[in-house]
């Protein structure tokens, strides 16, 4: 699943820096940059106040080994830094203060209550009571325990891990952060190349962390202290990257590919797009070697025609795995969704659901949803040289589908899409079509966009996007569903948003909800995290996360929009990150913990 806005800014770049000769940044900037990055440009590029939400460690990778490697080869070191200096803000290592780190560094707590990675293995996204120590009747007494701003206005990205009494959360600018679940005081930070927006996975004995990075990298580190074990490149195209979190189980890991190439391919006729294939991957979990690696497409791209300027088309790309795997250890399976084709020629394994075998990752079946779907966010607006002929309606996965037993042998596998609908597959009969279901109008930014959630009763609760730029208002709410049936039991819509007149708001939620027994968590891209009654969609709490918040770490925060990443519940404490600006949302960078009456 991608953003109107592409998946790195630092991709923008690309556009921006040609060879420099002065050694000053605001020059280097001024001189090669400016003409771009100025308002109305019909670049499009970022102004330069967005830019400079950025971290210098970030632009700096994307100068020196990321997607504008190749406009940074020509420059020496001194300008490089030069113009990531001038751009870029201090990055979460180095702005953190010393105030900010636990007193003593105490051993994970074994046995503590978690909530590891992105969900289990099926996806639910449920807490069982014991684990989640939070009862339906305790949670109108939620009030905020302690908050964690991440440095350099950098965006609260990913899903936060609970581990042994500890909280590991990644950021925008690549920082993992290691803290103490009760307090926020921090253990430990680490930094990967690129954002990483992945959850945290916690080896089953506790002393490994995995995620993965926008740079196509997957991490292995000591889960104790921070210092990396492993780290492999999943795929060495420029523009691949990991946003999917990652499934451990037994001793291989099972990642999912994506890739960002598309956005800003389409104005562009001296890029030669496109050629990223999606992937499914397996590693082994103590060394980093993979195992196997399976493509979504089954040829590398051909050429297909040439620009304006001469420059080779080039076909069929795209079929990100965009989210996290559904593991099926009774068929020995993997369920992904899959993304759109970038380019014309389609192909047969576009916005389907894929099933691969866990041990040799041959391809089970593909349940093929949207056929002919050839769509490239950059083309938006206008008809770009590298912009599909037929245009189709971006009507991807970008969401884990849920598998749920339904007794009497009987299994379905439910899983949302950017079209709207809502889909039940049967994973026993090839991915057959049990049921659909329309909830909500669809579009690029429309329908499910990154998850959902079920309980133990077999009822699924799906977020609604529907994200509408011009409309604040539009959009929003949250529906329960029967998934033995696709029956929808009841839909909630989104309250007015209180902040209509600030940039970005949006009563959408496309972020993915949690679940506890008689209770649904749901975060908005209006900053709003709310809890609603199971039994009706009632909405019996609600956190206005928009506002500043004083620290545990003494970094300046602010709450913003709720999207891509979801709440975890573990011992009684509701963690949510706040903040987001890939599509035009509001920014924030905090990490909030709630618990009853804050104690």
Not at 206 to 221: C, E, I, K, R, S
Not at 285 to 312: C, E, F, L, N
Not at 466 to 493: I, Y
């Amino acid at each position: 699943m991608k953003s109107s806005v592409p998946l790195r800014i630092s991709a923008f770049l690309i556009l921006i820096c040609g060879a420099a000769q002065a050694q000053d940044g605001a020059a280097l900037f001024q001189a090669n940059c400016a003409t771009c990055h100025s308002a109305g440009s019909a670049a499009g590029a970022p102004l330069p106040e967005t830019l400079r939400q950025m971290t210098t460690k970030s632009i700096l990778a994307a100068l020196e080994s990321g997607k504008m490697r190749a406009i940074g080869e020509p420059l020496n070191a001194g300008q490089r830094g030069a113009i990531a200096k001038y751009l870029g803000l201090a990055s979460g290592a180095e702005a953190m203060p010393a105030s900010a780190r636990c007193s003593t560094r105490a051993a994970p707590a074994k046995g503590a209550p978690a909530w590891n990675g992105w969900a289990d293995a099926a996806n639910t996204r449920f807490q069982p009571a014991k684990a989640a120590g939070l009862t339906a009747a305790a949670v109108p007494k939620l009030k905020l325990k302690w908050a964690f701003g991440f440095p350099g206005l950098t965006t609260a990205f990913a899903s936060p891990t609970v581990y042994g009494g500890r909280v590991f959360v990644g950021s925008a600018d690549g920082t993992v952060y290691s803290l103490n679940a009760s307090t926020g005081c921090l253990y430990w930070t680490y930094e990967a190349e690129e954002g990483v927006r992945t959850a945290v996975v916690i080896s089953n004995n506790g002393q490994t962390a995995y995620f993965g990075d926008l740079h196509g990298n997957l991490h292995a580190v000591n889960a104790n202290t921070g210092a990396m074990i492993w780290k492999t490149r999943v795929d060495e195209y420029p523009f691949a990257v990991v946003t999917g979190t990652p499934k451990l189980e037994g001793n291989r890991l099972y990642v999912g590919v994506s890739g960002g190439e598309e956005p800003v391919s389409a104005g562009n006729p001296m890029f030669e797009c496109c050629k990223f294939r999606g992937s499914m991957v397996a590693l082994d979990a103590a060394t980093g070697k993979q195992i196997w690696k399976t493509h979504t497409i089954a040829d590398a791209a051909k050429i297909t025609g040439r620009t304006s300027v001469g420059t080779p088309t080039w076909g069929p790309a795209g079929v990100s795995i965009w989210s996290a795997p559904t593991i099926d250890l009774q068929k020995k399976a993997i369920y992904v969704g899959t993304g759109i084709n970038f380019t014309q020629p389609t192909t047969p394994n576009s916005d389907a659901v894929m099933a691969f075998d866990m041990d040799s990752g041959r391809i089970l079946w593909s349940q093929q949803l949207t056929p002919g779907d050839a769509f490239n966010f950059g083309c938006q607006g206008g008809n770009g040289p590298n912009c599909p002929k037929d245009a189709g309606k971006d009507a991807d996965f970008g969401n884990s589908g849920i598998l749920r037993s339904l007794g009497n042998g009987k299994r379905v596998l439910v899983i949302g899409q950017k079209s709207g609908m809502l889909h039940g597959l049967d994973p026993d009969q090839q991915g057959k079509i049990v049921w659909q279901t329309r909830i909500a109008a669809g579009g690029p930014q429309g329908g499910v966009i990154w998850g959902s959630a079920s309980d133990d009763k077999g009822i699924a609760y799906i977020g609604i996007s529907d994200w509408n730029p011009g409309k604040p208002d539009a959009g929003g709410g949250l529906a329960a569903v029967q998934m033995g049936t696709g029956e929808r039991l009841w839909t909630t819509p989104a309250p007015k948003p209180a902040c209509m007149t600030v940039p970005g708001c949006s009563a959408a939620q496309p972020a993915p909800p949690a679940v506890i027994p008689g209770v649904v968590f749901l975060g908005s891209m209006d900053g709003h995290m709310r809890a609603y009654d199971a039994k009706d969609g009632k909405i019996i709490w609600d956190f206005d996360t928009l506002r500043d918040f004083q620290t545990v770490n003494g970094v300046k925060a602010r709450g913003g929009s709720i999207n891509a990443g979801a709440p975890a519940v573990a011992g009684g404490i509701l963690y949510t990150n706040s903040g987001y600006a890939r599509i035009p949302s509001i920014p924030g960078n905090v990490l909030l913990a709630f618990s009853v009456d804050g104690k």
